[in-house]
């Protein structure tokens, strides 16, 4: 074999290896990436489960509501206090699916019927009185743009 046809061998090995190394670290990437997004889909799903742990008990013995009296101010019976929190809770399920779609781990179609649905929920009265109720709400910034401007549309 002559020494030419040998250099463009080895070089032609080498670009081929290199090729495969470069196609390596962005495929690991990509799916460092995903698994970033993963983690910070269930990193959020737990905290907002936390946060419905923590209404669930005012829905199921609402005199623990009085816990935190700004809450509670306007409602005035056991099942004012029952709504508001269910209500509430209502909208964290959701806000999962929408965090979920977000960060591209709830496909479209899925994330629509969700949203369908919501779209039927916000215009009951008991759901705009909690929403309208001037107590702290711990929702993430672009959730509540996202829901005050769905209900615009409703």
């Given at each position: 074999?002559?020494?030419g ?13 290199a ?10 990437g990509?799916?460092?990436r ?8 269930a990193?959020f ?9 923590l209404?669930r008990?005012?829905v199921?013995?609402p005199?623990?509501?009085k816990v935190?009296?700004h ?14 929190f ?10 999962i ?11 479209d179609?899925?994330?629509?019927s969700?949203?369908?649905?919501m ?8 759901f ?11 929702l ?7 829901i ?7």
């Open positions: 074999m002559e020494p046809t040998l250099l463009v061998i080895q070089i032609c090995l080498q670009a081929l290896t090729g495969a190394i470069i196609t390596s670290v962005i495929y690991a990509r799916q460092l995903t698994w970033h997004r993963a983690q910070q889909v990193n799903t737990k905290l907002v489960e936390l946060q419905m742990a209404r008990l005012r199921d013995h005199e623990l509501a935190h009296s809450d509670i101010e306007g409602l005035h019976s056991d099942e004012d206090i029952r709504q508001y269910l209500n509430l809770m209502q909208l964290s399920v959701f806000e699916a929408w965090f979920s779609h977000r960060m591209g781990q709830l496909g179609g899925y994330f629509a969700w949203e369908k649905r779209r039927v929920i916000e215009r009951e009265p008991s705009r009185k909690m929403w309208n109720k001037p107590s702290m709400k711990i993430h910034d672009e959730f509540e743009t996202y005050r401007e769905l209900m615009k549309d409703g």
